[in-house]
Nanobody
Framework: AQVLKESGGASVQAGGSLNLTCVQS????????LAWFRQPPGKAREAVAA????????YYADSVQGRFVIPRDNALTTWYLEMTSLKPEDTGTYYC?????????????????WGQGTQVTVSS
């Protein structure tokens, strides 16, 4: 089984930056996508960004395009989310995920393994 663990969450002011890290351990797994999701308070979990390491493709939600980046040099066991120009609406619990994605990259159902989450709070 895979174990994913996020770190890097914190409280910041609007306009600030944070870098999240996800470390994967466990048996080898032939997933295709590494992703970040978030769950704002009282709302459903939503996709933020993903990378397909074997191809270098990256994907972003419209709400974070141009502000968040998954670096393309991610290894298969560690990946990152670089967040800049943070807004209060970016507040939430951020989860990393790994999956063998055959459909939409932003579908929760495509991901088999999840971390426990790390809290990001952006104040205005």
């Amino acid at each position: 089984a895979q174990v994913l663990k996020e770190s890097g969450g914190a409280s910041v002011q609007a306009g600030g930056s944070l870098n999240l890290t996800c470390v994967q351990s466990g048996s080898s797994y032939l997933g295709t996508h590494l992703a970040w999701f978030r769950q704002p308070p009282g709302k459903a979990r939503e996709a933020v960004a993903a990378i397909r390491p074997g191809h270098g493709n990256t994907y972003y939600a419209d709400s974070v395009q141009g502000r968040f980046v998954i670096p393309r040099d991610n290894a298969l066991t560690t990946w990152y989310l670089e967040m800049t120009s943070l807004k209060p609406e970016d507040t939430g619990t951020y989860y990393c995920a790994m999956g063998l994605v055959l459909g939409a990259w932003n579908s929760r159902a495509q991901y088999d393994y999840w971390g426990q989450g790390t809290q990001v709070t952006v104040s205005s």
